[in-house]
């Protein structure tokens, strides 16, 4: 879940640009999930690292913290090379 009032600090109150912030978020979430599940397809370390890292801040900064910490362990799988838990 997100925290919501950290976020609304995070934002100074402005809601206006807590929803901008999101959605832009969430279209780059997308983006960077399906980056993400080519590479582990492909096996391509560099890409499935830099995408699952990139999922991590992006979660981290909606104060998504325990999807946050998932990629963090998705970023951990690929460094130590087990595709298998990709499939």
């Known amino acids: 879940p997100i ?6 600090r995070q934002m100074a109150g402005d809601m206006r640009l807590l929803r901008e912030v999101a959605e ?3 279209e ?4 960077r999930m399906n980056a993400l599940r080519e590479a582990a397809r492909q096996r391509d ?5 830099a ?3 990139a999922l991590k801040g992006a979660l981290a900064s909606l104060t998504a913290d325990r999807a946050a910490l998932l990629a ?3 970023e951990a799988t690929v460094r130590r090379g087990e595709w298998p ?3």
């Not at 370390?45 to 690292?49: G, V």
């Open 3 to 8: 925290h919501r009032e950290r976020l609304q």
């Open 24 to 26: 832009a978020t969430r």
């Open 28 to 31: 780059d979430l997308r983006v």
């Open 45 to 49: 370390a560099a890409q499935a690292q």
């Open 51 to 53: 995408n699952a890292h």
């Open 72 to 74: 963090k362990g998705l």
């Open 85 to 87: 838990l990709f499939e």
